[in-house]
Nanobody, 124 residues
Framework: QVQLVESGGGLVQAGGSLRLSCAAS????????IGWFRQAPGKDREFVAA????????YYADSVKGRFTLSRDNAKNTVYLQMISLKPEDTAVYYC?????????????????WGQGTQVTVSS
């Protein structure tokens, strides 16, 4: 089992940057695919990015490609989502999630474990 805790959210002006962290408990962290999703008020949860077990492959939603970068440090059981050039439409609660299969990495229902979320607010 994996427990996930997100941190790093906050209020930032448009064009600014934030780095979110997803810290995991459990000795098998390196065997999990980690995904980031976000949910704005009144909207469905949407895929943001995912990273494979070794950190050698990453996947991004078109809306964040070129602005967000995902990385992981398995020694620290932590995944980082670096976000730059933030836009007001990036405002949402951001969640990290874990699963063991690399397939369907963009589908929320395919993930087994979820964090509690961290709020990101981008002002215009």
């Amino acid at each position: 089992q994996v427990q996930l805790v997100e941190s790093g959210g906050g209020l930032v002006q448009a064009g600014g940057s934030l780095r979110l962290s997803c810290a995991a408990s459990g000795r098998t962290f390196s065997s999990y695919v980690i995904g980031w999703f976000r949910q704005a008020p009144g909207k469905d949860r949407e895929f943001v990015a995912a990273i494979n077990w070794g950190g050698t492959r990453t996947y991004y939603a078109d809306s964040v490609k070129g602005r967000f970068t995902l990385s992981r440090d398995n020694a620290k059981n932590t995944v980082y989502l670096q976000m730059i050039s933030l836009k007001p439409e990036d405002t949402a609660v951001y969640y990290c999630a874990a699963k063991q299969s690399i397939t369907a990495w963009g589908v929320p229902s395919e993930y087994d474990y979820w964090g509690q979320g961290t709020q990101v607010t981008v002002s215009s």
